[in-house]
C-alpha cells in the first residue's frame, strides 16, 4: 500500500514539473520569436515552445491544414503560423480572430517567401486565459 501510494505521489511530482517546465523558460510571444528569426538567431528557438500571441487568421494554410497565425496586436500581420495536424480541424472552432492565444508546437524555421515563423504539430493550450 505504501510502495502504491510512493508511486502515484512521484507521478503527480513528475506532471507538475513538466507542466512547470512548459510555462516557463519555453514560453515566447510570437513577435519575440519572429524578430529572432529575422535578426539570424532563430536557431535557439527551434524546439518545442509555447507561443503566445493575438489570432489574426484562423483557417486552412496555404497546404489546407488547420492553422493559426500568431502577433503581437490585432491588427498586424501574421508573424507565426501554428500548424495543428490535419486531425484537429474542428478545433480551431475554440479559436476566433483577435483572440490571445497559447499555441504549443515544434518550431521548425522561417519561411522566407511568407515572411513568417512555421511552427507544426499545434495544440491549443490556452484562449483568452482559459485552458484547453
Known amino acids: 500500500m505504501m510502495l502504491l501510494l510512493t508511486s502515484l505521489m512521484a507521478t503527480?511530482?513528475?506532471a507538475q514539473n513538466k507542466e512547470k517546465k512548459m510555462t516557463?523558460?519555453?514560453?515566447?510571444?510570437?513577435?519575440?520569436?519572429?524578430?529572432?528569426?529575422?535578426?539570424g538567431n532563430g536557431d535557439q528557438h527551434k524546439k518545442t515552445?509555447?507561443?503566445?500571441?493575438?489570432?489574426t487568421y484562423v483557417g486552412p494554410d496555404v497546404y489546407a491544414l488547420p492553422s493559426v497565425e500568431l502577433s503581437?496586436?490585432?491588427?498586424a500581420k501574421g508573424r507565426v503560423l501554428c500548424v495543428l495536424p490535419?486531425?484537429?480541424?474542428?478545433?480551431?472552432r475554440k479559436v476566433s480572430k483577435k483572440d490571445r492565444v497559447v499555441m504549443e508546437g515544434d518550431v521548425r524555421g522561417f519561411a522566407d517567401e511568407y515572411d513568417i515563423v512555421v511552427v507544426k504539430q499545434c495544440k491549443i493550450v490556452e484562449v483568452n486565459g482559459k485552458k484547453q
Do not use: P, Q
Not at 516557463?24 to 535578426?39: C, H, P, R, S
Not at 515552445?49 to 489570432?55: D, E, L
Not at 503581437?72 to 491588427?75: A, L, M, P, W
Open 24 to 39: 516557463g523558460t519555453n514560453m515566447i510571444e510570437a513577435k519575440v520569436l519572429y524578430d529572432a528569426f529575422k535578426e
Open 72 to 75: 503581437e496586436t490585432k491588427d
Open 49 to 55: 515552445m509555447r507561443i503566445a500571441g493575438i489570432a
Open 86 to 92: 490535419f486531425s484537429d480541424y474542428l478545433k480551431l
Open 12 to 14: 503527480a511530482v513528475m
